[in-house]
């Protein structure tokens, strides 16, 4: 298989890379740059561990090409931080014991960014409406619902 | 009856050495091999032979480091473990760290589920706590030249309460050698702190692990890769188990950019399964096209023409006969006050077959090096994992190696070895390092399911409306016997051994005068999908059975379900319970009741149509380790569709002394809603030997939008710990049916609780 070149941004950082046309962007993070943070838990889009931003939007890198992506920008789990200084909404899942086994949080830190960005004062339905594409299987769902509700406070009052 | 007592009586057999080897090298603290085997804590160190278990490591800084050797699963019990020993070793929590060892044989017995981890070693770790302190105080007496007596710590800080001089821990183990050894009656002679004493324990401490898993850099299984490696992709069996490949042809595979050859597995010595084909690819995408395209020819073996309906066929059929199985419970004539009641009310429960879900799939990374084969994945019972994976490739045990991960969730398929084995025989076979994943369609298809479970109740109810017997017939496949046999008990009649683990929860706390009950093994059953220990084990369902009943007959009589229970309580005889575990007995049960009935405003909050609360309490997860549980759920079923909704769960939970209450809180609401989706969101069937459901789509557990409101009272009043991360599980299911059966008329016996079973129990099918 003959490889591309592609140009893509990842938390701040320029790569060019030769790849696979086929190589999936989950595949990219984890096995080239050793990204590890974003999880891959079905393969089929169906339970949104391993969701990444782009523009400002969630999307889940199982089911999109590194190809497609190429001159673009995408944020992931270990990029969120500014130096030692956790997100607001990692900030916010820590206060709310907001994760358990911690598999589902990045895909749910990352969906939760990505409500805020379309309705900065999200109800607690909107929030479970919105959340239905991320699954926890520890069921942690009471405190993920807090962790945003707050979280997406902080964000609200850091403007 | 079971009899879990573990570790409650301290530190057995065994002394406890404090030492270190060499001046200004810290501390360790574990057990001595032999008692006098060893010259003392320095000696031993300083020779290297000591290779006994080591619970805490204290470097010449003062920082503390706990060895949890339980998996960490998302229970993030490490934190609770490590607070029990911080608490007597007067530590500042700042310089408490935690890690997962390697396997070692000098780590002792790994093992995590049963809600032990606390139970079992909260005693255990305040004395290791308590020991240190104390070579910490007379070593730091010593320093300062003053009796030992005189000094107490704090904070790390040794001082002298006479002349008012310190020294810190880290002082200490910066300069003196410590050497001390605490004999068997000394470490159950150590005076420990009581509830209401405690700085450490109580404490809503955060986790040690979340900051590493808010930011990406936890490593799970999934997560580790090594040189050279190659994936590893299942080609499908046919059947769940007993499959044979005959042969694999890769000839359309080898034009795939990256293939890397088929390891074919014709025998597993260790019969986790039969037979595999495993693909393998220099990326996850190559091998996945490679399994795809394999032409491979299987003997599908015996049980291709298994399907559900035959197993709870076998189920029904061992009921039937009463000469299968053993005795688990026997207590006063229950044969005779069955004849003499003046009611009898019967029924028959089922639970469907069970997938753990596992948010990270099984995986393994296993590759061999100078001779030592090395397992990267997380392990719920690492000594089982190496010890399998030794006789599958035919290696000494000591030889086998595993790397603990962090684990996408547990639930008891971590105790399951079937991926370090399958990616070690891949390995061997094509002699490179193999990191095996499950797809979601094999971490479905090939699970150690909960097995699908049959049980038939019947009570007699004397004229006073009390029930006067009872008895309980249950029919399950034996995870345990399949996977750990030693644990298997005697049974009441001593004519052979019960998977107590597949039984106990029928051992109840009810006044129950004349009480059977018989455990049979479902052969079906275990051949054709090999039963694992899934979340919570058989209290899940037989407390279900149980719990469900128990509201049969009160509105059989016209006894309100609450009051039936309490009146049964007495905590009298049998169930008046003993000190540390079951102190207080069924009036701790009683408690939690009255507590969840009043928080969910039972029978007094206004319902709106259609809507009802059900109750349920159980004391799980066995008699000897119960967590005194109760459940209030309001359930809404609409009446033209029969579709129920949970809209509430109130629990109450005794565990006596919770070690991190937020820690318990946050395993309470888990297992409240992994206990309703299994009983209203899950199923797994199966059709000719293979299971059904392939992925999310088929099989579809709770998400955040379907999940209840839950109230939560964790009660505690100072006795010892008792487990939290299973119990509630087990008490839902019976609370929601009990629900329904109030909100609509029906009356649900099996999973899950569907429309289409509700409308059929309305039309009295």
Same mark, same amino acid.
């Given at each position: 298989?003959?490889?591309?070149?592609?140009?893509?941004?990842?938390?701040?950082?320029?790569?060019?890379?030769?790849?696979?046309?086929?190589?999936?962007?989950?595949?990219?993070?984890?096995?080239?740059?050793?990204?590890?943070?974003?999880?891959?838990?079905?393969?089929?889009?169906?339970?949104?561990?391993?969701?990444?931003?782009?523009?400002?939007?969630?999307?889940?890198?199982? *089911?999109?090409?590194?190809?497609?992506?190429?001159?673009?920008?995408?944020?992931?789990?270990?990029?969120?931080?500014?130096?030692?200084?956790?997100?607001?909404?990692?900030?916010?899942?820590?206060?709310?014991?907001?994760?358990?086994?911690?598999?589902?949080?990045?895909?749910?830190?990352?969906?939760?960014?990505?409500?805020?960005?379309?309705?900065?004062?999200?109800?607690?339905?909107?929030?479970?409406?919105?959340?239905?594409?991320?699954?926890?299987?520890?069921?942690?769902?009471?405190?993920?619902?807090?962790?945003? !509700?707050?979280?997406?406070?902080?964000?609200? !009052?850091?403007? | 009856?079971?009899?879990?007592?573990?570790?409650?009586?301290?530190?057995?057999?065994?002394?406890?050495?404090?030492?270190?080897?060499?001046?200004?090298?810290?501390?360790?603290?574990?057990?001595?091999?032999?008692?006098?085997?060893?010259?003392?804590?320095? !000696?031993?160190?300083?020779?290297?032979?000591?290779?006994?278990?080591?619970?805490?490591?204290?470097?010449?800084?003062?920082?503390?480091?706990?060895?949890?050797?339980?998996?960490?699963?998302?229970?993030?019990?490490?934190?609770?473990?490590?607070?029990?020993?911080?608490?007597?070793?007067?530590?500042?929590?700042?310089?408490?760290?935690?890690?997962?060892?390697?396997?070692?044989?000098?780590?002792?017995?790994?093992?995590?589920?049963?809600?032990?981890?606390?139970?079992?070693?909260?005693?255990?770790?305040?004395?290791?706590?308590?020991?240190?302190?104390?070579?910490?105080? +007379?070593?730091?007496?010593?320093?300062?030249?003053?009796?030992?007596?005189?000094?107490?710590?704090?904070?790390? @800080?040794?001082?002298?309460?006479?002349?008012?001089?310190?020294?810190?821990?880290?002082?200490?183990?910066?300069?003196?050698?410590?050497?001390?050894?605490?004999?068997?009656?000394?470490?159950?002679?150590?005076?420990?702190? /009581?509830?209401? +004493?405690?700085?450490?324990?109580?404490?809503?401490?955060?986790?040690?692990?979340?900051?590493?898993? $808010?930011? #990406?850099?936890?490593?799970?299984?999934?997560?580790?890769?090594?040189?050279?490696?190659?994936?590893?992709?299942?080609?499908?069996?046919?059947?769940?188990?007993?499959?044979?490949?005959?042969?694999?042809?890769?000839?359309?595979?080898?034009?795939?950019?990256?293939?890397?050859?088929?390891? @074919?597995?014709?025998?597993?010595?260790?019969?986790?399964?039969?037979?595999?084909?495993?693909?393998?690819?220099?990326?996850?995408?190559?091998?996945?096209?490679?399994?795809?395209?394999?032409?491979?020819?299987?003997? *599908?073996?015996?049980?291709?023409?298994?399907?559900? &309906?035959?197993?709870?066929?076998?189920?029904?059929?061992?009921?039937?006969?009463?000469?299968?199985?053993?005795?688990?419970?026997?207590?006063?004539?229950?044969?005779?006050?069955?004849? /003499?009641?003046?009611?009898?009310?019967?029924?028959?429960?089922?639970?469907?077959?069970?997938?753990?879900?596992?948010?990270?799939?099984?995986?393994? %990374?296993?590759?061999?090096?100078?001779?030592?084969?090395?397992?990267?994945?997380?392990?719920?019972?690492?000594?089982?994992?190496?010890?399998?994976?030794?006789?599958? $490739?035919?290696?000494?045990?000591?030889?086998?190696?595993?790397?603990?991960?962090?684990?996408?969730?547990?639930?008891?398929?971590?105790?399951?070895?079937?991926?370090?084995?399958?990616?070690?025989?891949?390995?061997?076979?094509?002699?490179?390092?193999?990191?095996?994943?499950?797809?979601?369609?094999?971490?479905?298809?090939?699970?150690?399911?909960?097995?699908?479970?049959?049980?038939?109740?019947?009570?007699?109810?004397?004229?006073?409306?009390?029930?006067? &017997?009872?008895?309980?017939?249950?029919?399950? #496949?034996?995870?345990?016997?399949?996977?750990?046999?030693?644990?298997?008990? +005697?049974?009441?009649?001593?004519?052979?051994?019960?998977?107590?683990?597949?039984?106990?929860?029928?051992?109840?706390?009810?006044?129950?005068?004349?009480?059977?009950?018989?455990?049979?093994?479902?052969?079906?059953?275990?051949?054709?999908?090999?039963?694992?220990?899934?979340?919570?084990?058989?209290?899940?369902?037989?407390?279900?059975?149980?719990?469900?009943?128990?509201?049969?007959?009160?509105?059989?009589?016209?006894?309100?379900?609450?009051?039936?229970?309490?009146?049964?309580?007495?905590?009298?005889?049998?169930?008046?319970?003993?000190?540390?575990?079951?102190?207080?007995?069924?009036?701790?049960?009683?408690?939690?009741?009255?507590?969840?009935?009043?928080?969910?405003?039972?029978?007094?909050?206004?319902?709106?149509?259609?809507?009802?609360?059900?109750?349920?309490?159980?004391?799980?997860?066995?008699?000897?380790?119960?967590?005194?549980?109760?459940?209030?759920?309001? %359930?809404?079923?609409?009446?033209?569709?029969? !579709?129920?909704?949970?809209?509430?769960?109130?629990?109450?939970?005794?565990?006596?002394?919770?070690?991190?209450?937020?820690?318990?809180?946050?395993?309470?609401?888990? *297992?409240?809603?992994?206990?309703?989706?299994?009983?209203?969101?899950?199923?797994?069937?199966?059709?000719?030997? &293979?299971?059904?459901?392939?992925?999310?789509?088929?099989?579809?557990?709770?998400?955040?939008?379907?999940?209840?409101?839950?109230?939560?009272?964790?009660?505690?009043?100072?006795?010892?710990?008792?487990?939290?991360?299973?119990?509630?599980?087990?008490?839902?299911?019976?609370?929601?049916?009990?629900?329904?059966?109030?909100?609509? #008329? &029906?009356? %649900?016996?099996?999973?899950?609780?569907?429309?289409?079973?509700?409308?059929?129990?309305?039309?009295?099918?």
């Amino acid at each position: 298989m003959n490889e591309i070149s592609v140009q893509i941004k990842i938390n701040n950082n320029n790569y060019e890379r030769n790849i696979k046309p086929n190589t999936l962007l989950i595949d990219f993070l984890r096995d080239d740059l050793g990204l590890t943070g974003t999880h891959s838990g079905c393969d089929t889009s169906q339970c949104g561990a391993c969701m990444v931003l782009h523009n400002n939007s969630a999307i889940k890198s199982c *089911s999109i090409l590194v190809a497609q992506l190429n001159n673009q920008e995408i944020t992931t789990i270990e990029g969120l931080q500014d130096k030692d200084k956790l997100h607001p909404m990692q900030n916010s899942f820590r206060n709310n014991h907001g994760l358990q086994c911690g598999f589902c949080t990045p895909g749910m830190i990352i969906s939760a960014i990505s409500l805020f960005n379309e309705n900065n004062d999200p109800t607690e339905d909107e929030i479970r409406k919105y959340l239905e594409g991320n699954m926890c299987r520890c069921t942690g769902y009471q405190n993920i619902v807090k962790s945003i !509700e707050e979280g997406a406070k902080d964000m609200r !009052e850091k403007g | 009856m079971t009899k879990h007592d573990k570790n409650l009586k301290g530190i057995t057999r065994r002394e406890m050495l404090v030492g270190s080897a060499v001046a200004g090298t810290g501390l360790v603290v574990g057990y001595s091999g032999l008692p006098g085997a060893v010259g003392g804590a320095r !000696e031993a160190l300083a020779a290297g032979s000591w290779d006994h278990q080591v619970f805490l490591t204290m470097d010449n800084a003062g920082i503390a480091t706990v060895h949890i050797t339980k998996a960490e699963i998302g229970q993030h019990v490490g934190t609770a473990l490590a607070q029990a020993v911080a608490e007597e070793l007067e530590v500042d929590w700042n310089d408490v760290r935690i890690d997962y060892p390697d396997t070692e044989e000098k780590w002792g017995f790994m093992i995590t589920g049963g809600s032990w981890s606390v139970n079992w070693t909260f005693d255990r770790n305040s004395r290791i706590g308590a020991s240190a302190r104390i070579a910490l105080i +007379e070593a730091a007496a010593k320093m300062m030249g003053v009796p030992a007596a005189q000094c107490s710590a704090s904070n790390s @800080v040794v001082t002298d309460s006479v002349s008012g001089s310190s020294r810190t821990y880290s002082q200490i183990l910066s300069t003196t050698t410590i050497d001390r050894t605490f004999s068997e009656d000394e470490m159950k002679a150590l005076t420990l702190k /009581k509830f209401g +004493e405690y700085k450490v324990v109580g404490k809503n401490i955060p986790a040690l692990d979340i900051p590493d898993k $808010l930011i #990406g850099e936890a490593r799970y299984g999934i997560d580790v890769f090594v040189p050279n490696m190659v994936y590893g992709r299942l080609v499908t069996n046919p059947t769940r188990f007993g499959a044979v490949p005959l042969s694999a042809d890769d000839s359309a595979a080898k034009s795939i950019d990256g293939y890397a050859g088929v390891a @074919v597995i014709k025998e597993d010595p260790t019969g986790v399964n039969t037979g595999y084909v495993v693909a393998l690819g220099e990326t996850y995408w190559a091998a996945e096209k490679a399994a795809a395209a394999m032409k491979v020819t299987w003997d *599908s073996g015996p049980n291709a023409n298994t399907s559900s &309906a035959d197993i709870v066929q076998a189920a029904k059929d061992s009921i039937a006969d009463e000469s299968q199985g053993f005795t688990w419970v026997l207590e006063g004539d229950p044969e005779g006050a069955m004849s /003499k009641a003046d009611t009898t009310v019967e029924a028959e429960y089922e639970t469907s077959l069970g997938y753990h879900g596992l948010m990270e799939p099984i995986n393994c %990374v296993a590759m061999e090096s100078n001779g030592i084969w090395h397992l990267f994945t997380g392990s719920q019972f690492q000594g089982r994992f190496t010890a399998m994976t030794a006789a599958a $490739l035919g290696v000494d045990g000591k030889n086998v190696v595993l790397h603990q991960q962090y684990c996408g969730t547990g639930f008891g398929r971590r105790l399951e070895p079937d991926g370090a084995i399958i990616s070690a025989l891949a390995a061997q076979q094509i002699g490179r390092p193999v990191k095996l994943i499950y797809t979601r369609e094999h971490d479905l298809r090939f699970d150690f399911h909960q097995t699908h479970t049959v049980q038939r109740v019947k009570a007699g109810v004397n004229s006073a409306g009390k029930i006067d &017997a009872m008895s309980h017939v249950v029919a399950a #496949g034996w995870a345990t016997k399949r996977m750990a046999p030693g644990f298997l008990a +005697e049974s009441v009649d001593k004519k052979g051994k019960i998977d107590q683990f597949s039984t106990n929860g029928s051992d109840h706390w009810y006044d129950i005068p004349n009480h059977y009950v018989r455990s049979v093994e479902n052969t079906t059953a275990m051949a054709a999908t090999p039963p694992g220990q899934l979340r919570a084990v058989a209290p899940t369902w037989t407390w279900w059975a149980n719990e469900s009943f128990i509201d049969e007959v009160a509105h059989k009589i016209g006894k309100d379900p609450l009051d039936m229970r309490l009146s049964m309580l007495s905590a009298t005889g049998k169930n008046a319970g003993t000190p540390p575990n079951t102190v207080g007995g069924a009036n701790r049960l009683r408690n939690a009741l009255i507590v969840a009935a009043g928080k969910s405003g039972y029978g007094v909050k206004p319902m709106p149509e259609n809507t009802a609360m059900g109750i349920a309490s159980v004391a799980s997860q066995e008699r000897g380790s119960p967590s005194w549980t109760a459940v209030v759920a309001e %359930v809404h079923v609409d009446p033209s569709s029969g !579709e129920p909704t949970l809209k509430k769960i109130t629990v109450a939970m005794d565990v006596g002394t919770a070690v991190n209450p937020d820690g318990v809180l946050a395993q309470i609401q888990g *297992s409240a809603l992994f206990g309703s989706s299994r009983v209203l969101h899950e199923n797994v069937t199966m059709t000719n030997g &293979a299971i059904d459901q392939g992925n999310f789509d088929t099989w579809t557990p709770m998400r955040i939008h379907q999940a209840p409101e839950i109230d939560v009272t964790i009660i505690q009043n100072g006795h010892y710990p008792a487990g939290c991360g299973e119990p509630v599980v087990t008490c839902v299911g019976p609370a929601i049916a009990n629900a329904v059966f109030n909100a609509s #008329g &029906a009356r %649900v016996r099996s999973w899950p609780i569907t429309a289409e079973k509700i409308k059929a129990a309305q039309r009295g099918a």
